[in-house]
């Protein structure tokens, strides 16, 4: 059976009380917390920067090393890639569409330390990693269109899903890299089998969790949704 990890998205969480919620889907058994930074620029919406970041940072790390999965929304990219770096980001992942020069993006989050990233809106296709995937950490690929959480999950991404997932195999098996399958937007306890079936292997989730009233009970729920996907 593939790893599975589940990545709650603070963008749900109640922002009055962001440490208190961190530290709740940690301990109801998060695999990574999801960052969502919006620059009302790129996409119509605005959020959080690198001060947070520190700040959610400070407020885990001294009890769990869980990654901090950084998702940039933001033109352009590089000036703000240290920043975060410096605040405590594990992973930064970008938008094609964002960045002048998507090879030097990917060397210079490398070179500040973080695992590198790129998202696929819906309509982005994946020609866009020909030159690319095999630098790559990870491949988000978003089921909604960035902005906005509790959205649908649009359902031709598990066309894509499928395909991205042959590819990212076909990059284990000639070198040996692992890259993360990751899906963002409208992901639920009732969808989550078929995105791992098509080939995901990690999946963030806002609104699923964060306005749920038990957080640890449906995070279990996901994973036996996903143990039943094999
Ligand atoms: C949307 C964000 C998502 C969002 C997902 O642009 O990237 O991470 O929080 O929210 P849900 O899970 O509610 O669709
Ligand atoms: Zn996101």
Redesign the pocket.
Known sequence: MRTYRIAP????ADFARLGDEVNAVVAAGADMI?F?V?DNHY?P?LTVGPLVCEAVCKTLRPVTDIPIDV?L?VRPVDRIVPDFANAGASIVSFHPEASEHVDRTIGLIHESGCKAGL?LNPATPLSVLDHVLHKLDLVLV????????????ILHALEKIRMLRERIDAIAAQSGRAVMLEV?????VDNIAAIARAGADTF????????SHDYASTIAAMRDALASAG
């Open positions: 998205s603070i963008l749900s999801h969502d919006m996409v919406n998702h929304m998202v978003m089921s909604v269109n960035p902005g906005f959480g509790g959205q649908q999950f963002d937007g409208g992901v639920k963030v989730a806002g609104s699923a969790i964060f306005a």
